[in-house]
């Protein structure tokens, strides 16, 4: 199947929904086989089903480094090589301020969101070594200018964004590209739960449709597009790139 992505194996984690399964679905359009890692194993299925037999779902929590050893095996026992990964997989909640973040809520998020880096690294390194490849990161704009009464979320995707930098400095000697999307508000099933968690939520999801200088807040397809130039080849000179996906939103305030 020609496309930019033609024959590529790109394991993509929290493709289950939102921002993933449009992901799964543009990297299968441009030809690639893409192994779906996601907790929920029933959306998984769901997305791949309707994707097509150029993907196939597993199940992993990305947080449990076992889970993450035993999908990526799985994808090498089928194809003999990951060509790319795309840590996509994360969670938002709690919308709090810092000192009213559990100690739990903060350990699961930085696990979800930031260690499970760190698990799908170690255990595709080898592959990625092997196939010159590609590692992508689903940040966020927060990371980048801040976002109130959501501390932990906003660290995770700091963290992200400063790790994707350092892996790409280590990982350059290998030919393997590290680089980051930023999208800033895209409407996801992430997304509604923490509008819902807002004093005033239909106020909310007005703001998110005025943040954005281009246009009201979009869905995943916006970031997906992206997702598809920077694991291709015609991406090949750029790493450690952290790239907004934003519609503007980060340029400063308007009337």
Known sequence: MAGELAEKIIVLTGGGNGIGAECAAAYAREGARVAILDRDLLAAQNTAKTIGDRCFALRADVADGPSVEAAMAEVLRRFG??????????IATPSLPLHKTSEADWDLLQSVNVKSVYWTTRFAFPALVASQGSILNTASVVGLIGQSNHAAYVASKGAMISLTRAMAVDYAPFSIRVNAVCPA????????????????PAETRHNLDRIHPLGPCPHGDVVADVAVFLLSHRARFMTGCIVPVSGGAELGYRR
């Open 81 to 90: 090589r990951i060509d790319a990964v795309h840590n996509n997989a994360g």
């Open 185 to 200: 508000g895209v409407w996801t099933p992430t997304l509604e739960r923490w509008c819902a968690e807002q004093p005033n």
